[in-house]
């Protein structure tokens, strides 16, 4: 599976952004999907989850409410809406893909991902 992430950029607080994530290779619709984070100097933290059929999704406690993670398996993408943007929602976003959804027990840890892309820049000025 190849992840291709686009749709970042400069935003002003309190403004909205969509990233998306193309996948290309096997079987998209039969993996599970995450978005995960990374600012400088920080570790890369996770942000959403979503299962394959899209019936199961969650998100961190930091973003709930204003982060909403879909998926579109015809167009084989991952979507993440981002709302109400803060200064700290900067980083680099990833997605990700799983071959399995372990629930929200195991979906947070990096490890849970077989296939990574190479990431977007989102910036929020104050």
């Known amino acids: 599976v190849q992840l291709v992430e686009s749709g970042g950029g400069l935003v002003q607080a309190g403004g909205s952004l969509r990233v998306s994530c193309a ?20 570790e890369r ?3 959403a989850a979503i299962r394959w059929s899209g019936g199961s999704r969650y998100s961190a406690d930091s973003v709930k409410g204003r982060f909403t993670i879909s998926r579109d398996n015809a167009k084989n993408t991952v979507y993440l809406q981002m709302n109400s943007l803060k200064p700290e929602d900067t980083a680099v976003y990833y997605c990700a893909a799983a071959g399995r959804w372990g629930g929200i027990a195991t979906m947070n ?7 990574w892309g190479q990431g977007t820049q989102v910036t ?3």
């Open 23 to 42: 996948a290309s290779g096997r079987t998209f619709s039969s993996y599970a999907m995450g978005w995960f984070r990374q600012a400088p100097g920080k």
């Open 45 to 47: 933290e996770f942000v």
């Open 109 to 115: 840890r990096r490890v849970s991902y077989d296939y």
């Open 124 to 126: 929020v000025s104050s």
